[in-house]
């Protein structure tokens, strides 16, 4: 406001300026007429006029000026008793909205804080929970482990024994012949070969020419000694204790093939080649990769075959097995055909004599009913009552109606 009141003074004072610019220039132009026109007295007083004009003009302004300031003066003190009237209001007014935004600021965070405060101390909580649950967890599979490797080396000892392992094979194996396989296909400890007391563990029961079965010895063996010490010696990287580690065990599956040859294949009691059983399908695989599957059938006619394998093996047996039995079965049906059919021709036989028969009886019921019928209707024509008989039998007849 001091500022536009500022600005309004100097634009009447450069007005004014202005104006008496524009009235000297008049007046002189004024004064130039008369000096050429009248004389120089008419000047004179001309001049004096002028001056009186501009020094009243002069007084005017002042006294327009003086009242202009002192206006200005009063406008300031105004402008400035307004200014800071509203200083203070707005003052007042911020101080209040900034009191009741730090209430509000203050109430907010206390809010935050205490939804903050519960939501952690609740996710804190389950997530100890969480924590908790899966030590526990934790616990109980370390106590399970624990208790495992007590069992695995319980399971080592036990397996340290040759006779423990072997005990551990047959065990497996009859587990997958009980399986597969019907109680009357196979038999245990068989004595296969005749003149021997050794005995195989298993033997399959396959069909022979006559009543007497053919067997297929099945034997497990285990070596492993042996294949351990091949696990361990890949573990070392070690190639010449690697390729030590294979002819053990390559020896020790020749031997046992030698000694399964040996003691149970007698054909035609037995098939003309016998099965080693590996209960572990690694050890099977070692004996794969070391080409003992072709050697040991070729030199001992052994089969060697590892849990799944036998268990093919059996499955192929049983659908031979079923496939026999329908053969079998077959056969029988085809006997009782043959004899139904010489019955239905023994048969045919008879009814047709029995339909002979009931024909001849036909023509004889035939003849009976036609000529002894007309005999007796002949018979009957040639017999006549008297005219008295007839009436007292007509007479008789009407009483009897009556």
Sequence with gaps: MEFFALLIVAFLLLAMLVLLVFQQKKLGDLARQLESRKENEELAALRAQMEVLLSSQSRALGEQLNILRQQQVEQGMQTEQKLENLRRTLSFSLDQVQRQNQRQLDEIRSTVDEKLQTTLEKKLNDSF?????????????????????????????????????????????????????????????????KGSAAVVEFAIKLPGDGEKPVWLPVDSKYPGDAYEELLDAYDT?????????????RDRLRSFAKDIHDKYIDPPNTTDFALMFLPVEGLYAEAVRLGMIEQLQKEFKVNLAGPTTTAALLNSLQLGFRTLAVQKRSAEVWKVLGAVKSEFSKFALVLEGAQKRLNQANEELDKLVGVRTRQIQRTLREVELPAESQEEFLSIEGGDHV
């Design 237 to 249: 990287g070690d190639a010449q204790q690697v390729e030590q580690a294979r002819r053990v065990l």
């Design 129 to 193: 929970a969480i924590v908790s649950q899966r030590l526990e967890q934790v616990y109980k599979g370390l106590g399970e482990m624990q208790t495992l490797a007590v069992g695995v080396g319980d399971l080592k000892k036990v397996l340290s024994n040759v006779k423990t392992r072997g005990t551990l094979g047959e065990l497996q194996l009859g587990a997958i012949l009980e399986q597969i396989l019907a109680p009357e296909q196979y038999a245990r400890n068989v004595c296969t070969k």
